[in-house]
């Protein structure tokens, strides 16, 4: 059974940083893409960064281009976001998102093809 689940979300001030962590279970292929998503209250939910687990090739929203870093273990089959620079407006609940690496991970990102969800995990950037 796919299970995919986040941490590392808390509390930060402006300018601040937080690495969040998405640890999957369960795939029986190596090639699977994961990807970070985030919605804030009021907006629609936003495909910010995803990673292809098997060649690593990665995509960034404008919006955090430049300030969040996607990484993965694949030994860990867990990818990192390394949030720095955070404003109040990256303020959400961050999911992320698996499935099969069947299509680029910037379509996967931008028209959300990810099937299988965490639970989410807050952020809130606030002094």
């Known amino acids: 059974q796919l299970k995919l689940v986040e941490s590392g979300g808390d509390l930060v001030q402006p300018g601040g940083s937080l690495r969040l962590s998405c640890a999957a279970s369960?795939?029986?292929?190596?090639?699977?893409?994961i990807g970070w998503f985030r919605q804030a209250p009021g907006k629609e939910r936003e495909g910010i960064s995803c990673?292809?687990?098997?060649?690593?090739?990665?995509y960034y929203a404008d919006s955090v281009k430049g300030r969040f870093t996607i990484s993965r273990d694949s030994v860990k089959n867990t990818v990192y976001l390394e949030m720095n620079s955070l404003k109040p407006e990256d303020t959400a609940v961050y999911y992320c998102?698996?499935?099969?690496?069947?299509?680029?991970?910037?379509?996967?990102?931008?028209?959300?093809?990810?099937?299988?969800w965490g639970q989410g995990t807050q952020v809130t950037v606030s002094s």
């Open positions: 369960g795939f029986t292929s190596d090639h699977y893409a």
């Open positions: 998102a698996a499935d099969l690496d069947l299509a680029t991970v910037e379509d996967q990102c931008v028209l959300s093809l990810l099937d299988y």
């Open positions: 990673i292809s687990m098997s060649d690593g090739s990665t």
